[in-house]
């Protein structure tokens, strides 16, 4: 009976290379879905046990401004926010759904942000296979994602539309992949709706219409996006609130952003991520690898590739600013991994992906990092980043943790006082302690403004 049952073990436990990765091969979907689903658990179960009922900033900000919503409040006139406004469609039902309850609405919160990142790596990985048709890649990719630990290790904090813009963002590419050009539009402009880098991805979704379906795709994916984006600005322009939503969200980016050396940013990549960042030059090499077999298939992962690499370096403020650049890192990965000619290097690749994600959280986890910490003088010695003159911040103004778990209704629209927000405010002459936001801040009307903004002469 035992002899029975031993001579069935070598049909199901894999014994060398090629049963592994044919084992892979069959079974990527299930594996890539339950691998990224027990990081997401074990990292936000642990970090939740260690530091229970914890809220960052400005997850406290989003989800205290959608329950504020609830009881009346307007955004970007009642409170202060940069962000679009598509993750307070989010944090308002949520709100609703938690009753009140600001404990519930954060749980709910932190089960959304983790089911969001799960979503946008699988999907990852999803758009690799359909690229590839390898499955070994395909989970390569996926998991690539990880290396920016933030999406592991912080979501217990709270949602961040970050996340969203992940989930949506990989989302219309898979949809643009498979040549359905409205429903990637749409979805294209909801990521921008997220975070303002889903914008670049929008134009980059209207661009594969254009090549991949010729004048029909790009007029569907316009179309996709103008909808997606008329019913957003809809409720502002009924309420008489597209002036606080332009001056929030629009101008304060561009007065708040901060100043760097150049040899300190360079440097801020690899603190961020640690020995992960390794998965950006290979993923390059996969952009020109696969593009070079398949430049008809492969152009855009390399063109938006590009392109988000230079905002994670331009935009970026800390790892989680790599969201939009990953994915297109990790899909250059899974195109070295299709591209490796026998199933042991295929393996091993993945296990390298594996070391990469594991290197990662140690770097940025760990109780001791001598590397990192020398890193962090190095960089301490070239010059952080640095803004121009803030507005002071008025005395006795509560935290943000405080406002959220005590639901209060601030007599200031300016609580959050982050330093972009700051500098806006005192470049433009304005106060923190405003009852109401969203006043055009400059002598002359919006419209002549904008012109003399966008014109040379």
């Known amino acids: 009976m035992l002899d029975q049952a031993m001579q069935g073990v070598p049909a199901t436990v894999p014994r060398t290379w090629t049963d592994l990765h044919d084992w892979i091969e069959t079974h990527w979907f299930p594996l890539l879905l ?62 609703l759904l938690s009753g009140g309850n600001m404990a519930v609405l954060h749980v709910l919160s932190v089960l959304v942000a ?12 999803v758009i690799n296979h359909r690229l590839t048709g390898n499955g070994v890649a395909s989970v390569a990719a996926g998991w690539t994602v990880f290396v920016v630990t933030t999406l592991v290790t912080y979501p217990w904090a709270g949602i961040r539309p970050k ?34 880098l889903g914008a670049p991805l929008a134009l980059l979704v209207a661009a594969m219409g254009s090549v991949e379906g010729s004048r029909r795709g790009l007029g569907r994916a316009l179309a996709g996006g103008a909808l997606v984006t008329a019913l957003v600005l809809a409720p502002f322009a009924l309420t008489g609130t597209v002036g606080p939503l332009f001056v929030e969200v629009v101008l304060t980016p561009l007065y708040g952003a901060g100043e760097y050396s150049l040899a300190a940013r360079l440097l ?12 950006f030059p290979l993923g390059i090499y996969g952009w020109f690898l696969a593009s070079e077999a398949n ?13 988000y690499q230079l905002f994670f370096f331009v935009e970026m403020a800390g790892a989680i600013d790599a969201v939009m650049a990953v994915p297109f890192a990790a899909l250059g990965v899974g195109a070295v991994v299709a591209e490796t000619r026998t199933p042991s290097r295929r393996v091993l690749l993945l296990g390298l992906v594996v070391l990469l994600v594991a290197s990662s959280v140690h770097w940025n986890e760990a109780a001791t990092t001598p590397v ?29 943790e405080t406002i959220y778990w005590e639901q209060r209704r601030p007599a200031t629209c300016h609580y959050r006082m982050d330093k972009k927000q700051r500098a806006f405010v005192y470049a433009t002459g304005g106060t923190l302690q405003e009852p109401t936001c969203g006043h055009w801040p400059f002598d002359e009307p919006p419209l002549p403004w904008l012109v003399d903004a966008v014109t040379p002469w």
């Not at 202060?80 to 039902?93: C, Q, R």
């Not at 498979?178 to 539009?185: C, K, L, N």
């Open 114 to 125: 983790a089911a969001a990142i799960v979503t946008g790596a699988t999907l990852v990985g």
């Open 372 to 400: 990192r910490d020398e890193l962090a003088a190095v960089q301490e010695s070239l010059g952080t980043v640095e803004y121009g003159p803030l507005a002071e911040r008025p005395p006795g103004v509560p935290s943000m």
């Open 268 to 279: 801020e990549p690899i603190y961020e991520i640690g020995w992960g960042i390794a998965v």
């Open 34 to 95: 339950g691998g990224a689903i027990a990081l997401l658990v074990t990292g936000t179960g642990y970090q939740f046990l260690d530091h229970p009922w914890y809220i960052s900033d400005d997850s406290a900000l989003f989800q205290h401004g959608g329950w504020y919503v609830t009881q009346g409040a307007t955004p970007y006139v009642d409170f202060w926010d940069l962000k679009p406004p598509l993750i307070y469609a989010v944090t308002t039902p949520l709100a």
């Open 163 to 196: 996340y969203m813009a992940l989930c949506f963002g990989a989302l219309a590419l898979l949809l643009a992949v498979e040549e359905r050009f409205f429903a990637s539009g749409a979805v294209a402009a909801v990521t921008a709706g997220f975070w303002h």
């Open 295 to 307: 430049w008809h298939r492969y152009w855009w992962v390399a063109v938006g590739g590009i392109a």
